[in-house]
Nanobody, 122 residues
Framework: QVRVVESGGGLVQVGGSRRLSCAAS????????MGWFRQAVGKEREFVAA??????TTADSVKGRFTISRDNGENTVYLQMNSLKPEDTAVYYC?????????????????WGQGTQVTVSS
């Protein structure tokens, strides 16, 4: 079993930056890809970004502002968020999976974290 824990959320001003971290532990030999999703109040969860060994994909809504990276040695993934907007306010969830496709699909079979709140205020 894989355990995923996010950190780094908080309150940030419009136009500011924030870096989220996500650490995977447990049976990490099964983790090929990791990713980030977010869910705003009253909205469905949406894909933000995913990273595999040699693949990265980022949602159009955050492309050019958010960057995903990974420290394979530590089974940790980061989400650097720049030029934040009020519409980026959401709970951000990290996920880990054995395949890139499964991460991007947001499968319920992914290992999910509890989420970390990011609030962008004006």
């Amino acid at each position: 079993q894989v355990r995923v824990v996010e950190s780094g959320g908080g309150l940030v001003q419009v136009g500011g930056s924030r870096r989220l971290s996500c650490a995977a532990s447990g049976r990490t030999s099964s983790v090929y890809a990791m990713g980030w999703f977010r869910q705003a109040v009253g909205k469905e969860r949406e894909f933000v970004a995913a990273i595999g060994v040699k693949r990265i994909t980022t949602a159009d809504s955050v492309k050019g502002r958010f960057t995903i990276s990974r420290d394979n040695g530590e089974n940790t993934v980061y989400l650097q968020m720049n030029s934040l907007k009020p519409e980026d306010t959401a709970v951000y969830y990290c996920a880990a999976a054995p395949t890139f496709a499964q991460i991007v699909a947001g499968s319920s079979s992914n290992s999910w974290g509890q989420g970390t709140q990011v609030t962008v205020s004006s």
